[in-house]
């Protein structure tokens, strides 16, 4: 097997892995980046840390590296569109990219937070380490919250976005 067939292969098998689709967003010198990533996870409760990975040619990941800031918004299922067009490398670099879309800035980063998404981690950089072709970035949340916790989530499986249905006792427990 090659090793574009072996790659090909891993991408196939890892995406039988459902997960749930975030934006993470930067500013620096008052100019914001976003991108869409399903590589994201929570690490640790104390202290409150996360961790996404970027690929080392991501524009959002030379930015995160020069400002020390991130902020993660947790996609619900009814943003599909926002999470296509930022994950669409063709599209415009600052505050063009976020023109039409419903943001707020972070309480403690200022970084832009998705105000129809399902939760954010507003973080600071605690570690940026390159593992393969992707840097593992982990920060320290210093701020976080729900946004619409009644929304369903968007999920990421097998190539495609999907969603599932939130039971009504679900919400209200929350």
């Not at 995406?15 to 980046?33: H, K, Q, R």
């Not at 640790?44 to 030379?62: A, I, Q």
């Not at 669409?88 to 200022?110: C, E, I, K, L, Y």
């Not at 320290?140 to 495609?160: C, H, I, Q, R």
Request: proline share 4%.
């Amino acid at each position: 097997m090659t090793s574009q067939d072996r790659a090909v292969e891993f991408r196939r098998t890892a995406g039988a892995f459902a997960t749930g689709v975030g934006i993470v967003s930067s500013v620096y010198d008052d100019i914001p980046l976003a991108m869409t990533v399903n590589s994201f996870t929570t690490v640790s409760l104390n202290p409150t840390l996360v961790l996404t990975c970027l690929k080392h040619r991501s524009r959002l990941l030379g930015q995160i590296r020069d400002s020390g800031i991130f902020a993660v918004t947790v996609l619900a299922a009814d943003q599909r569109d926002v999470a296509r067009w930022f994950a669409d490398a063709r599209r415009p670099s600052g505050a063009a990219a976020f023109a039409g879309v419903r943001v707020h800035r972070a309480p403690a980063t200022g970084c832009l937070v998705f105000t129809e998404g399902l939760a954010y981690f507003d973080c600071r950089v605690r570690d940026l380490s390159d593992q393969g072709d992707h840097s593992v970035v982990i920060g320290e949340a210093v701020s976080y919250g729900a946004l619409n916790p009644a929304k369903a989530p968007l999920l990421y499986l097998n190539g495609s976005y999907r969603s599932i249905a939130v039971a009504p006792s679900a919400v209200s427990a929350a």
